[in-house]
């Protein structure tokens, strides 16, 4: 039998290393570039259909560089999302928020109200429309977290797509705000109009929310002064004469004074208008709970019914009664239709 000789084993063993090392050293790298590619095909696939969806857009008024910006409707939806919510809360929390957002804007356009905004502009990017960031600024909002947070929001909005939320086939005033005191309210019990779909509901989730509670000091002085009034001699401030069916003040008299309870929010700069106040010598301590106007969905409570496994669909149904999920696409063709 032929031996094999030391050399050429050596030369094997060094030709075959030669040949592995650059599959080695390549297929981690595969690997990374496969998933990454998998992960850029899903956000392109996400940043298609808000883009598809988006052919309408929206003049809104950048109240900081005092110009108007034509946006995508889809991309305004995400901003508000974006600005209005959380991205830590639940994508099913998300989602309805995201149904409120385009609902409030559908309605402005398809109404034709423009309150509040300059001509040329349908709303505004502040409080008194919809807050709305662009992506710009919520890259100097988020910074690191950026990508992984405007991905999610994304998401919620293109899981949505089209769909609003409606009651006798209108877009529905889809008001929203943080935390309840474990029931939303009436709307009008804060603002004129009785709304059939914005009713008192019990929202029980609201009380593990960190914004529940809430304490504002005054002194005796600051006080009287903010409300015009003197409280008068002795420990009682006040008292309560009516409630509203969310449990909230409707109506307090101070010393022979009446004000609502949305007066006495407004001029103390309170959190909710379910307050309660106690004096301590020279101090009136003020105890909210809740914090927002109340009326419409709940954000914290929705993102505690995501929590407990409720979906979008379940959540918008719960804090606007009797409404249907409907398409947007016909009162947008209606607006097209006037412009």
């Known amino acids: 039998m032929k031996r094999v000789k030391p050399f050429f084993l ?27 590619l998998g992960e850029e095909l899903a956000e392109k696939k996400t940043t298609d259909v808000l883009q598809k969806e988006s052919k309408v857009s929206v003049p809104i008024y950048r109240s900081q560089e005092k110009k108007i910006d034509e946006v995508p409707l889809e991309e305004y939806v995400v901003g508000v999302v974006a600005a209005e919510m959380p991205a830590e809360f639940e994508k099913e929390a998300l ?12 309605k402005e356009l398809f109404t034709g109200q423009n309150v509040g905004s300059p001509k040329g502009a349908v709303v505004t990017d ?5 807050v709305y960031k662009n992506e710009e600024e919520l890259r100097r909002i988020w910074k690191k977290d950026f990508d992984w947070k405007i991905k999610k929001i994304k998401e919620a909005v293109a899981e949505t797509r089209g769909q609003i939320l ?38 029980p989730w609201d009380e593990k929310s960190e914004k529940f509670l809430a304490r504002e000091v005054f002194t005796v002085q ?12 002795g420990n009682s401030i006040g008292k309560i004469i009516e409630r509203t069916p969310g449990h909230r003040v409707a109506l307090v008299e101070i010393n022979g004074k ?3 309870g949305r007066e006495i929010r407004e001029k103390l700069g309170l959190r909710s208008t379910d307050f309660s106040w106690t004096l301590k010598g020279d101090q009136i301590i003020v105890t909210t709970k809740g ?9 914290y409570g929705a993102n505690f019914m995501a929590q407990e496994g409720k979906n979008y669909k379940e959540i918008v149904s719960h804090y606007y ?17 006037k412009k």
Do not use: C
């Open 10 to 36: 050596f030369f094997a063993a060094i030709f075959f290393i030669i040949l592995m090392v650059p599959s080695l050293l390549v297929a981690p790298f595969a690997e990374k570039t496969k998933a990454t």
């Open 95 to 106: 989602k309805a928020q995201a149904l409120a957002a385009r609902t409030y804007i559908v």
């Open 126 to 130: 502040t409080e008194l429309h919809q």
């Open 166 to 203: 409606t009651y006798d086939d209108k877009p529905i005033d889809a008001s929203f705000f943080s935390t309840s005191n474990g029931y939303t309210e009436n709307s009008e019990a804060i603002w004129p109009n009785a709304l059939p779909y914005l009713k008192s509901v019990e929202s």
């Open 222 to 233: 600051e006080f009287e002064q903010k409300l015009g009034i003197k409280i008068g001699k």
């Open 258 to 260: 009446k004000f609502t």
């Open 291 to 299: 914090y927002g106007h109340g009326v419409g969905m709940s954000q």
């Open 321 to 337: 009664q009797g409404i249907e999920i409907s398409q947007a696409n016909p009162f947008l063709s209606k607006y097209m239709a």
